[in-house]
Nanobody, 114 residues
Framework: QVQLVESGGGLVQPGGSLRLSCAASGRIFSINVMGWYRQAPGKERELVASISSGGFTNYAVSVKGRFTISRDNAKNTVYLQMNSLKPEDTAVYFC????????WGQGTQVTVSS
């Protein structure tokens, strides 16, 4: 069974940084476009960044220039470096394939507050 395990969230002040990690099981990782999603309280889950197996990236307008997605295919891991964090980035962050096809992990909570 496919498993996605996110980690690295926490409480950070506005302007701060966090690096999220997502470990994915199995062969799915190397053949998929992977994405980071987030869900804020009372809002729908949204895609914030994606990366192809070859390293091509795309970002939501709200995070472009502040977030960087990367992946290590050998480690079956995808990362999200988040800089210049804002209170509106507060959400639970999840990873999945682009056009999510696998069971969601537990996510990792990111809270941006002073």
């Amino acid at each position: 069974q496919v498993q996605l395990v996110e980690s690295g969230g926490g409480l950070v002040q506005p302007g701060g940084s966090l690096r999220l990690s997502c470990a994915a099981s199995g062969r799915i990782f190397s053949i998929n476009v992977m994405g980071w999603y987030r869900q804020a309280p009372g809002k729908e889950r949204e895609l914030v960044a994606s990366i192809s197996s070859g390293g091509f990236t795309n970002y939501a307008v709200s995070v472009k220039g502040r977030f960087t997605i990367s992946r290590d295919n050998a480690k079956n891991t995808v990362y999200l470096q988040m800089n210049s964090l804002k209170p509106e980035d507060t959400a639970v962050y999840f990873c999945n394939s682009y056009g999510p096809r696998y069971p969601w992990g537990q996510g990792t909570q990111v809270t941006v507050s002073s």
